[in-house]
């Protein structure tokens, strides 16, 4: 059984993929496995419909398959948000057909979520190696100004052809990149959750995301020249990072602290130059960070944490939830999601004594997992540089400062335990942030 085998078989919700050159030829076929004699209804937008649509229709055509009108997307500034979905959902529901998505992050989410609310499956015929959605499940949308993700199971079948993806626009393939660089420090981040005991790797999980990641992440030059074999293997551990999602049903392994930046500023509405920045870039700026914070945290001896010392420092809840409410002063939407997530994560001061006890019994050997396990900051650094994804934060119109300031309240965004929880909880949080922010840090704030 191979590795595509393998996951299929974990996977909660997707039951076939085809991928590699060629890919589309075998749609037909698949739609008739996974829904005997069902009309099909092809969603896209002008851009994917030219660069895929248009020949997916003569591949089903060709093959008998019968069609519904494709229902094609004309906006320029199409993203993903809850008026568009309306608009694709009042199409599908006058039509007994099957979803076939042709696209990428946008079109998936939107044809996803509208399939869901719909009672149906889908499918997607991927264009860009931009995100690990396409075998994940859920799908953000944007809903009353916020970017939000709702739950919704990920397709049924998959398709996904490296050289179409390979002649994707600039910056797609970067953004994936990006997106995918990500799970190193995450593997980090869930490595250091199992070790306090918070969140126990599922090893299936970890290794699907972890086995390829290095060779997948080796070529960031290629992946920018629109290498096919470079976008494939780029492609393949996009979507084995959802399968991890699928089989375990959570995010876990592909999401850590660097994710947090992307949905702090998506609850911003992030632009830069008129455009919304790509989820990919945004998290990319958070795996520098978080790779800073990993480095710094692996600098430390915490063989040597005075314990007591962060015991009877370790504040309230009360008192938690008024420093809260301080640093997301003035951001409600931010406020309301800070105080939930950090009440479900919040734990009093002898569970923190037994979760630093925890590390302090294994730091050798953790630290020395996490250095292997992490890729230097410079050469993260680098990478991003030469697929063409920001390496610094003004590329996406954030400043130093502004990261600052968003970093002081990742702690508090989400119920998932990482990195950045060891350090708040070991009392070094301001001891970070003045590492990575102060005269010399990586991200100095003049």
Wanted: a negative charge; hydrophobic letters at 40%; one cysteine or more.
């Amino acid at each position: 059984m191979n590795e595509i085998e393998t996951a299929l078989q974990r996977a909660r919700d997707t039951k076939a993929l085809e991928f590699g050159e060629g890919a589309m030829e075998r749609l037909p076929k698949m739609l008739e496995a996974l829904f005997p004699g069902k009309k099909v209804v092809i969603v896209a937008d002008d851009n994917t419909y030219n660069a895929a649509g248009r020949k997916v229709c003569g591949i089903l055509d060709a093959a008998g398959t019968q069609m519904e009108d494709s229902f094609i997307f004309k906006d320029p500034d199409l993203y993903a948000e809850w008026s568009y979905l309306q608009l694709l959902e009042a199409y599908l529901k006058e039509r007994d057909a099957v979803p076939v998505a042709v696209g990428s992050g946008v079109i998936n989410d939107l044809t996803k979520l509208a399939s869901h609310h719909l009672g149906r499956r889908y499918v997607i015929v991927g264009t860009a190696a931009s995100m690990d959605g396409y075998t994940a499940y859920g799908a953000s949308i944007t809903y009353e100004g916020n970017k939000q993700t709702f739950d919704c199971p990920a397709p049924l079948g998959v398709v996904f052809d490296p050289a179409v993806a390979a002649k994707a626009p600039a910056g797609m393939s970067a953004s994936g990149y990006a997106d995918l660089l990500a799970k190193v420090p995450a593997g980090a981040d869930w490595i250091i959750s199992d070790a306090v005991g918070s969140e126990a790797i599922d090893d299936f999980a970890f290794n699907l995301v972890q086995k390829n990641l290095r060779k997948a992440l080796s070529d960031p030059a290629a992946v920018a020249d629109g290498d096919v074999e470079a976008t494939g293997m780029l492609a393949d551990g996009l979507i084995m990072s959802g399968f991890a999602m699928q089989a375990i049903s959570s995010s876990r392994p592909a999401s850590g602290t660097d994710h947090q930046f992307s949905h702090f500023w998506d609850m911003e509405g992030l632009c830069y130059n008129g455009r919304h920045v790509s989820h990919g870039f945004k998290v990319g700026i958070g795996t520098m960070v978080s790779t800073a914070c990993l480095e710094f945290l692996i600098s430390k001896d915490l063989t040597k944490l005075d314990i007591d010392a962060c015991v009877a420092a370790w504040p309230t809840w009360e008192a938690q939830e008024a420093y809260i409410r301080k640093i997301f002063e003035g951001k409600p939407g931010h406020l309301a999601r800070g105080l939930a997530e950090s009440r479900a994560k919040y734990c009093g001061p002898e569970e923190i004594r037994c979760q630093l006890n925890a590390i302090v019994a294994v730091w050798p050997e953790l630290r020395e997992r996490i250095r292997e396990q992490i890729i230097p900051f410079d050469d993260v650094k680098e990478m991003l540089r030469l697929v063409g994804a920001p390496s610094r934060p003004e590329e996406i119109g954030v400043s130093k400062a502004r990261l600052r300031d968003t970093f002081k309240c990742i702690p508090f965004m989400r119920n998932r335990y990482t990195g950045i929880d060891l350090i708040y909880r070991a009392g070094l949080l301001d001891e970070v942030t003045e590492h990575i922010f102060g005269r010399g840090g990586r991200f100095e704030v003049e």
